[in-house]
Structures are given as structure tokens and as C-alpha cells.
């Protein structure tokens, strides 16, 4: 991806404009989804590259169009496409990370009663005894799985996905004639 006067450019080459947007969509508006592979194209760029330096979308143009308007058009429909893929990911965020407290509280709970019931177990009393005993700590210590997977691996691509959703709502657009 070449820079252009510090941005990071991402270049898309289209007939036409409306191969950007959603064809199902059926808003004549500036509000209007991106394609799903336009969205990919320009996420899958972006996830490669330095989220420091503004993203500048070039769009290469086969069609004849009035590139000012056009340009205006696709500011705002990107602007408002990744808006909306930003608070929907803050969105799934929060929802994680509270599911990850509740899952927490409940394996501390449970991790508890293992570890109270291991301790009432006598393992003097047999070899099979001390067996159940161990296996309640440790079905404790596999219960505490989730809250830890969602705290220390599953919070951070979705966090870093909203910071790349954001630098995207705020790059700039240009068209070119190809």
C-alpha cells in the first residue's frame, strides 16, 4: 500500500461506483451498507498497516462521473458505514466483557464449593477417596477456563477491530479516472 503526503492509501479499482455498495440494499442514500467484499477488501487492508498513520481510501474509477459529487457520496456512506460497524463493535465488546464477569463470579463460586468440598473429603480414608478429592480441585480450576480465555485472548482482537471500524469512519476519499 503506497503513502500519499502521510496516509496510508487503500486502492480499490471499480466500474463503477455502485459496485461499492450493497446491491440488496435498498436505500438510495448515502447511509448505504458496503458490499460485503468492498468491506473486507478495505478491513483486510487496513488490519496489515500501521493504525497510528489516517487511512486514505482511493477509489479508481472505469465510469465518467462527476468525481466531486461522487467523491461527497462515498465520504459520507463511508463515514456513516463505519460509524454504525463502531458502536455495533463497542458495542459486542461491552456484551463480552460482561458476559466474562458473570462467567467469573460463577467460577469463583463453583472453584470455591470444589475446593470446600475437596477439604471436607478425608484422604486417609482411601486411594479412591483422595482421587474424587483432587479431581474437585482441579474440575474447580477447569471452570475458571472461560473468564480467563475471555480476559486475557478474547477482549483484544474485538477492541483492536473497533479502533481499525474508527480510523476507517474518518480516512478520506478520493476518485481517480483509471
Known amino acids: 500500500m503506497p503513502a500519499d503526503s502521510g496516509h496510508q492509501l ?6 463503477s461506483l455502485q459496485q461499492i455498495f450493497n446491491s440488496i440494499d435498498p436505500s438510495p442514500f448515502h447511509e448505504r451498507d458496503l458490499d460485503p467484499e468492498a468491506e473486507e477488501f478495505i478491513v483486510s487492508w487496513a488490519q496489515e498497516h500501521n493504525l ?40 459486542e465488546l461491552k456484551q463480552l466483557l460482561r458476559y466474562g464477569w458473570t462467567s467469573l463470579l460463577i467460577a469463583f463460586g463453583f472453584l470455591a464449593a470444589c475446593v470446600s468440598a ?10 479412591f477417596k483422595a482421587i474424587v478429592r483432587e479431581g474437585l480441585v482441579i474440575i474447580g480450576w477447569v471452570a475458571m477456563w472461560r473468564p480467563l480465555d475471555i480476559y486475557l485472548y478474547r477482549w483484544w482482537p ?18 481517480r479516472a483509471s
Open 10 to 15: 487503500i486502492e480499490v479499482k471499480v466500474q
Open 52 to 91: 497510528k498513520r489516517p487511512f486514505k481510501l482511493v477509489v479508481h474509477l472505469g465510469q465518467t462521473t462527476d468525481r466531486a459529487e461522487a467523491e461527497r457520496i462515498l465520504q459520507e456512506a463511508i463515514r456513516n458505514y463505519f460509524n454504525y460497524r463502531h458502536e455495533f463493535n463497542q458495542r
Open 118 to 127: 475437596a477439604q471436607a473429603i478425608n484422604p486417609d480414608l482411601g486411594r
Open 158 to 175: 474485538v477492541y483492536r477491530l473497533g479502533k481499525i471500524y474508527h480510523r476507517l469512519s474518518t480516512m478520506l476519499v478520493e476518485i
